[in-house]
Each structure stands twice: as C-alpha cells, then as structure tokens.
C-alpha cells in the first residue's frame, strides 16, 4: 500500500524522533564497564579468547542487547578491567603460580581486548570486594568468567555474590587448553632436558641430542576461521581506555620523531616458534614496535620444527596455537601463520621488510645474513631485558617446585576430568 501524505508525515515524523532519541543516548551512554579476573598462570590463548568474549559480551549489553552492528563504533563504549589475582592468593587458594605477579601482568596487559588491570585481587570475591568493584572507585557493570566451575577452598561457588546480583556473565570456555595442561608439558619439556647425555639438551641453543619423550602432543584446540577472524579483527576503544591512550600516545611520538628525522615506514618482521607465549616475548614485540611502524610476527611452521630438522624436542603447542597467542598481542600489526624458518627475498619483497629480529639470536645463518644484504634489510639483534623468553627457564621453575606442582596437577586434573564429563554447548561470542 502507497502511503497517504499524512501517514508520510507522521513516518518522518517518528524518524526524526528516533534519531535525536539515538543521538541523546549517544551523548549520554555512559562506557560499559566489564570485569574478568583470574590467574592467567602460564597466559595462553584460551585466555586471551576468554577476554575477547568478556569484551564482546560487554559490546552486546552497552547496546542493550541488540549485538555490534546495532550502534556507530560499537566496542568504543566498553572497557574489559582485569582483575589479576595475587601471587600470595594463588598458593593459598590453587598451589604455587608458575610466573610471578610482574610476568602475568606483562602478558595480561599486551592482550589488545584488555583496557585496563587491577593488580593484587582476592581469588575470593567476598561481598566488600563486590561492592568496591560496582562502586564508583571502578565503575564495573557486569562480572565474568568462563562457564567452567570455579570453587574457593571450601567448596563454595567463587561467583556467587555477582550471580545473586544479576551481575555475572558466562562466556565459553576455550577447549583444550590450560594452565594444568601446560604445567604437565613443561614438566615432561625439563625432564626430557635432563634425560639426555649430551650437553645441555633442553637448551633451545645448544643443539644438543635430545630425549625421544618430549614428542608432540596431540591439539585438542580447534582453530576454526572465525576465531582466527575474531582475533584478527580490529579492537575499539573508548576515549578513556588506560592501555588505549599508551600506545596511541607512544604511536604519536613516533610518528612526530619520524616526520622530524624525515624516514620512511619501517616493517620489522619477527622470526621464532613462539612457543609457549611468555613475557619475553611480549618484551621482543613491544620492543620491535618501538623501532618500527610495523611488526610482523613469523611463527614458524610446524614441519621447521621437527627433531629431524633442529634436533630439539617439538614445540608444545602447533603452528595454530601459538598463531593465536601472537594474533592476540596489541604489539603485533600481522602474523603470519606458518611461517618459513628462513628469510627469503619473497619475504623481504612481500612485506616490505626493512629489519628482521629472529627470537632466538644463534638462528640466524649466513644464508639469512646474505638475503638480507641483498634486500637492503638490517638484522637487528633484541637481548632479553627484564625477561626471558627460552621456555627452559621456565621450565625449570616448574621442576624446582615439582612436588608442589604434582599436588596442584593431581587436583586440578581431576576437576577438568569432571568439567569435561559435564561440559554442554554454550555460544561463543
Ligand atoms: N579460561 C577459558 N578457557 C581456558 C582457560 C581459562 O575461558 N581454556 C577462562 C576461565 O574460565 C577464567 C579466565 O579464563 O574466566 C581466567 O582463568 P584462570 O583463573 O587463569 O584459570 P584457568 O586458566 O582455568 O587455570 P587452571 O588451569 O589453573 O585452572
């Protein structure tokens, strides 16, 4: 049906209204505050994944319900605030952490989904805690975790106060990967290290012959095209993002130190295994953002890193995930997902690459030195500084403190047995 003249009026009419409706809420909305806390021991890309959800949920609920696309620059009016639990809370209420407190917040805050931290959190969200956190001291709106049970030592339900509120959210937990998982891992990694007869064999660069135990472990992480969409997707952030406002504030700087010297863009392309994401690498990609107006992280292919190819056990994880702890970095601009072990002019062309770093410095052999020449591209050499990146350090952490780790294993085993008895679809966000 045509409509009348005075039904065309009226629909004007209630367009015009919704639209300054829309305006005014715009004005007005304030950001959505969203909370996760939690270990984050060993961080890996079930947690980054879990921060992305907490995010989207918050994104979801800031437009009302009515999902991303409803609202201009939605995930601009939203925040994620982590709360990282203590190092003294972890022993009391887990068994001992794997990474101190200053190594989880390095990992935590270069997740590019996490805006803000709150250090030092109780693992126990009593009713003051609460409170403080839907004060006006945080602001949070909604708290949230995965939908795996989280019990305190007594056996209560961790989230019990928020649910009653009406203020908790459950995202889904990301499937075959944990802390426990990766303890057990790096367990077997030192044994493996010791177990042999040549020098130093879990040295990532001695090349020393290594045990036949550490084989590869079987994935049970399923990298579908949409999580690897989603976590390349680009983040929003709002005026008030604390983490947003230091790297746009470093960007700025660099920018006016690059007009001032005259120079043109840089791509620095990083080359390793990644294996085992830690806060050294946070610190090599941070640093290499910091040189240049690209990074590209290389994470080398599966099939480079055979025992048969460099004589070292297997990385613990696949190409995929450790692919997705990079992807998940604010400091990486691209990955690339199974990557050559060696620099070729394809690469140097493809990219535009005017320096390379490779993780591990003893990696680069002459015939990275002579591609390099050629393409007029400078080797750069980044020394770990606060942090080590060789996951045989942190390995070893793990084996000084066997007994202790066995104890939590055994526990933790046993309630992610019975997580995955029970586990149901949930949605992912
Ligand atoms: N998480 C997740 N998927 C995983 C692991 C963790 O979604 N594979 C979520 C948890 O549900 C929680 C948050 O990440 O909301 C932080 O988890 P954390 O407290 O660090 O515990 P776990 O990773 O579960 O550690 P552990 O293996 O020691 O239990």
Redesign the pocket.
């Known amino acids: 049906m045509i409509p009348s003249v005075s039904s065309s009026f009226l629909l004007v009419g209630a367009v015009a209204l919704l639209r300054a409706k829309k305006k005014t809420l715009k004005k007005t909305r304030k950001v959505f505050r969203v909370y996760?806390d939690?270990?984050?021991?060993l961080m890996h890309f079930?947690?980054a994944?879990?921060l992305r959800q907490a995010r989207a949920i918050a994104s979801v609920a800031s437009t009302g319900g009515g999902g991303e696309g409803d609202v201009e620059g939605a995930g601009a009016d939203v925040e994620l605030i982590v709360g990282l639990v203590s190092d003294e809370e972890i022993l009391r209420c887990?068994g001992p952490p794997v990474l101190p407190e200053q190594e989880r917040v390095k990992c935590v805050r270069a997740v590019k989904w996490v805006d803000d931290i709150i250090a030092n959190v109780p693992y126990e969200l009593t009713k003051e805690f609460v409170e403080e956190l839907f004060s006006e001291k945080y602001g949070i709106d909604c708290i949230v975790?995965?939908d795996?049970p989280c019990y305190l030592p007594d056996g209560t339900d961790a989230y019990a106060i928020p649910k009653a509120l009406g203020k908790y959210r459950e995202?889904k937990?990301?499937e075959g990967?944990?802390?426990?998982d990766l303890v057990a891992r790096l367990l077997e990694y030192a044994d493996a290290s010791e177990n042999t007869t040549s020098k130093s064999a879990g040295d990532e660069s001695s090349g020393g012959k290594r045990s036949e135990k550490n084989e590869r472990h079987e994935a049970r992480f399923c990298t579908t095209a949409s999580r690897i969409a989603q976590f390349a997707a680009k983040v929003s952030y709002s005026k008030t993002s604390k983490m947003h406002e230091e790297t746009e504030k470093r960007k700025t700087d660099k920018k006016q130190r690059k007009n001032e010297k005259n120079e043109e863009t840089t791509c620095c392309y990083v080359v390793g295994a990644f294996d085992v994401f830690n806060a050294g690498h946070v610190e090599l990609l941070e640093e290499c953002s910091f040189v240049a107006d690209k990074v590209v992280c290389a994470v080398i292919a599966d099939e480079y890193l055979t025992r048969d190819k460099t004589n070292q056990p297997p990385p613990m994880l696949n190409q995929s995930e450790r692919a997705m702890s990079a992807i998940a970095c604010r400091h990486c601009d691209d990955v690339v997902v199974g990557a050559p072990a060696r620099l070729t002019d394809d690469i140097c062309k493809t990219f535009n690459v005017t320096a390379v770093v490779f993780e591990d410095d003893d990696a680069v052999t002459e015939r990275d030195r002579n591609v390099c020449e050629k393409n007029g591209v400078q080797i750069l050499s980044v020394k770990e500084r606060v942090f080590s990146r060789k996951k045989l350090t942190i390995a070893k952490r793990v084996q000084a403190n066997r007994a202790l780790f066995e104890e939590r294993q055994k526990r933790?085993m046993a309630s992610e047995k019975a997580y995955y008895e029970q586990k149901a679809f949930v949605a992912e966000d």
């Open positions: 996760m939690g270990c984050f021991d079930g947690h994944n879990a887990k975790h995965g795996d995202i937990r990301t990967v944990s802390t426990t933790k």
